[in-house]
């Protein structure tokens, strides 16, 4: 139960999860959904239980359908909903247990791409026992940091995140208010730093009236995406795509890239984004489309 | 209706306000709280309005009791309620209007003497007629900015706080969910920066649970205090007050306080910990005592 | 031998220094340059030694004539030279002695009016026996940090400047090689941090060409400067000055200020900008004139 | 002349210069020294000019031998000497011009693998023709920045380092100061922040006394050294090496690393560090050996 560095690991990690990751084809011979990101769809079956892990890769879940499965951060119990986002930073102990008779099933987006490139990988197992099987509707994290505007004094602190569940019952609030203002798109923080809510990966979530577009925009790094709610058209580079609910796509670096829909639509990104803003490579073009 | 440097003003500021300074006796001559901070008693009569003026010096309102008054920050109506918090920093116009057939009354917290000492001081005029008189519930920067964890994107960015109001049901929701976990505190801040609310005044709330104490603490820089819910005995130096609902008291740099309680004790805290921090003179010194 | 609060010091602080404030005629009935600064010229008799002490205040020293005396900064020997910047931040134990048979004299620049207005001052006796009596030419503070865009790796880090002295040769060739390309302004800064030299005072060193002058400028803020060579005409508001090498004059918040001269000019200036600037205060209007 | 991105490129950025790539035979069928990092050894022949081009990757040159060539860096002449170290950051338009009758040559290193992995690459052309050809001892830069603990005020910021070229007389004199107080090692920086000279790519020179050895090191990330002066012997994971003057070698991340001298040693090192440290993967390891 050491941390090992990756090239001497004989074994890969999260060897206990049951993920189907995406592979994109562009990316020849890799399960690697771009360039930086990795994406899976992850299954725990009725009243199954994932011994806890840590990691150098960067985490986050994202839940489209289901509920039922607790992921214990660093003992921290967290409850996973549809329209959650769950944390687990770089280096923080995780598990997993599904307290129903029903399995459940998610999205799990990583920076495995990003780390390996790096050769940054460490991986240490943690106890066989999980830490906690509690199932609180509010976690300990939440309770301290999930307030608008207002920090706990005397709280510890740390690099990550301390916040490590985003309710959906918040991201629609925000979206709807700032809807009535404009084009709402929230981005998920850090709010002991007002920074992403990962050091690697920027977790946003979009929506569309009814009956509009986004501009047609190019970046330098990639995305993925998975359509949360309704339906739309996605043009990315020279290709066109319809995408309802539950549905994942990247977007390559650079590739045009815009979203029309009639009946309106939610959907969740990910992206590389605070790699290239802390390297210095960041680079955005926008041009607005008649639709 | 031009910038003015305080050295040239003819006039007093805040001329149309109906304020009664709290003038501690311990700084002679001076109508001020501390020796960094102004505390008044704010007073608006019914259907009056204040018209709009900006200044260099940072404001800010707290409510103890009433409603029906909004302060339009900007052009943008930040609706007054008991237990809220609400800021106008430093060059932002503000104006006020009560829609109500009765008056108002609410603490204004200010860093004049900090900005007279620095002869930092400009004022302005706005135009004699209000920039607005809608009353609605949630003001724009709350739309934008009142979401735990969730940034909007896009959104215009500034130094000061975009978020304009903090309302007393987060405020009391973070103490009772943090009360469950230890001693409560909260500190009000920019969702934009994570930093202080106010660039050089501190705002929190405290809860001390029914019979519990205080450490004695002693910290460089002075702070002023009102009670908002419950009554408690306070020390400050070698003096011992009573002090219930509404009452403020102000605590001297370096002079030991601490608080208890025997039914329990919600109070609001404001200070000149940023000035403190900023320019490297912080320093605190914290003692356990038997209650 | 222990830290004490400025309001329970029975003794003033640097009893042993032998020192004239700068007593500004506008600020009736203090020894203060300006609101927030002390100026003074302080005087060491020959082989006389002044004890260390340290205090909150921020405190530099600048010679324009003269040499012979060491300051000892936390241990470290700094020698003291014509056209040299000597810092002493906030909390750093120093002492002189002068090692020749004549006496010597220079600027002492502190944020003492500052100090006193936050109630921040703290002060401490150190050892009465000298921490050292070497004299080498080079401190060890500049033997580690002395050396452009090069920075020690594994030297211990503080907040304030790890660089303590500032050689004139330095400051006279950096003016040099940006007066061919123009007006000549370096400011001394923190290597480690790039920011300012002392965290509440901004030290600068001014060059002007033979027949020129500077723009009509208003900062909120004030500052001192002492003519270091060279003469001219300086122009403070309303009134008009002629001032030659090693006079002193200050300039209040927000009066017009500019300078003139025919035969070349060097001047230094101290301000309290590092504070209006980390309190969200500063502001600069400047017009360009014709001399 | 347009920006192009790289997945559009039809044609290898750098086209005419005349550089040998040192690939590392661990990564199998790549022209890379390390993951992130390149190393090639550029020749430019007598009286030879390379044209203007720009691109995202950061680049910095380092002389082992000879003089002669100039590098213009958005039109500032640099002169490249024996021990310099010079910098063109990301998007800089660089050109070279030999002003002599013999050749000469010196390492580049890039982050030309870090880029392509985050697919992160624009190339752009310059014009045909040179932006100067004036051969000066000081760059305009140089006369700006090269001053210890001094800043022009006025002078334009951007995010790189506004020096561009850090002289073997100032890092020989670092290294000398320092060697008296331990072990010595100065890291190059940018003078505006005080952070790493370039945003991806660390830079320190190393000086080892002779009969010296440094801890066994193990560092998440990789670096490329070169032995500037001097010889020894070199451990990098279970592999040892005799490394005299214009030697140079890769460390792996997380590989055993440490140098012994029988003579004395100098060692130029570049590294993927502030890549680590952007994003929060930084790791190290050190344990001490006898020799």
Redesign the interface.
């Known amino acids: 139960m050491a941390l090992v560095?990756a090239?001497a690991a004989g074994r890969a990690s999260g060897g206990e999860r049951r993920a189907i990751a995406l592979a994109n084809p562009g990316l020849t011979g890799t399960p690697y959904a771009t360039?930086?990101l990795w994406a899976a769809i992850q299954y725990l079956g009725p009243r199954e239980e994932a011994p806890a892990h840590r990691h150098?890769q960067t985490a986050f879940r994202f839940v489209v359908d289901g509920e039922g499965v607790w992921t214990n951060v660093e003992g921290d119990a967290v409850a996973m909903r549809r329209g959650d986002l769950l944390l687990t930073p770089?280096m923080h102990f995780h598990e997993h247990h599904n307290t129903t008779g029903h399995p459940m099933a998610w999205i799990d987006g990583l920076d495995i791409p990003?780390?390996r490139?790096?050769?940054?990988g460490?991986f240490e197992f943690g106890p066989d026992e999980l830490a906690t099987r509690v199932t609180p509707h509010?976690s300990?994290n939440?309770?301290?940091?999930?307030?608008?505007?207002?920090?706990?004094?005397?709280a510890p602190t740390a690099?990550?995140?301390p916040?490590k569940a985003?309710r959906w019952e918040?991201?629609d609030?925000?979206l709807a208010?700032?809807l009535?203002?404009g084009?709402a798109?929230?981005?998920?923080?850090?709010?002991?730093?007002?920074g992403d809510?990962l050091?690697?990966i920027r977790c946003?979530m979009h929506r569309l009236r009814a009956g509009t577009s986004t501009a047609l925009t190019r970046t330098?790094?990639?995305s993925v995406w998975q359509v949360f709610e309704g339906s739309g058209t996605v043009t990315i580079g020279e290709e066109r795509y319809e995408a309802g609910r539950g549905d994942l796509f990247a977007v390559?670096?650079?590739a045009g890239f815009s979203m029309t829909t009639d009946g309106g639509l939610d959907a969740f990104r990910f992206s590389?984004d605070p790699?290239?803003e802390?390297?210095?490579?960041s680079?955005v073009s926008r041009e607005e489309v008649a639709r």
């Open positions: 560095h090239a360039p930086t150098t770089g990003l780390v490139g790096l050769d940054a460490f509010t300990r939440e309770r301290l940091w999930a307030h608008p505007g207002l920090t706990p004094v005397g690099k990550a995140s916040l985003y918040h991201t609030a925000a208010a700032q009535e203002l084009h798109v929230v981005r998920f923080t850090n709010p002991a730093t007002a809510c050091s690697t946003e330098a790094g990639s390559p670096s650079w590389d790699v290239f802390a390297l210095g490579l680079r």
